[in-house]
């Protein structure tokens, strides 16, 4: 089972950017989907963006041309760019690797990276 790091995660005002990242162990990374989903406080875990091992994406509506998923199997690693944040993006995110796209939310989790958005 793949184990996942993510970093990045802070303090930014709203209209910041901040940069996520996931690094995972393993030699398997680039078979795996991989995924960024978080959760705010009282809310369910919902799944941010996605990319499928070929470099297929989806993104959930509110973030769509602001955030953009990344990945460079060479670094086993997984990147978030979040660009202009608003309140509503405050959460603590957290990366998934599952086998496909749609399996995305099972699999491996990491321990999550807080994100604030305040001013």
């Known amino acids: 089972q793949v184990q996942l790091a993510e970093s990045g995660g802070g303090l930014v005002q709203p209209g910041g950017s901040l940069r996520l990242s996931c690094a995972a162990s393993?030699?398997?990374?680039?078979?795996?989907?991989m995924g960024w989903y978080r959760q705010a406080p009282g809310k369910q875990r919902e799944l941010v963006a996605g990319?499928?091992?070929?470099?297929?994406?989806k993104y959930a509506d509110s973030v769509k041309g602001r955030f953009t998923i990344a990945r460079d199997n060479a670094k086993n690693t997984v990147y978030l760019q979040m660009n202009s944040l608003k309140f509503e993006d405050t959460a603590v995110y957290y990366c998934?690797?599952?086998?496909?796209?749609?399996?995305?939310?099972?699999?491996?989790w990491g321990q999550g990276t807080q994100v604030t958005v305040s001013s």
């Open positions: 998934n690797a599952a086998p496909t796209l749609p399996q995305l939310g099972f699999g491996s």
């Open positions: 990319i499928s091992s070929g470099g297929s994406t």
């Open positions: 393993g030699s398997m990374f680039s078979f795996y989907a």
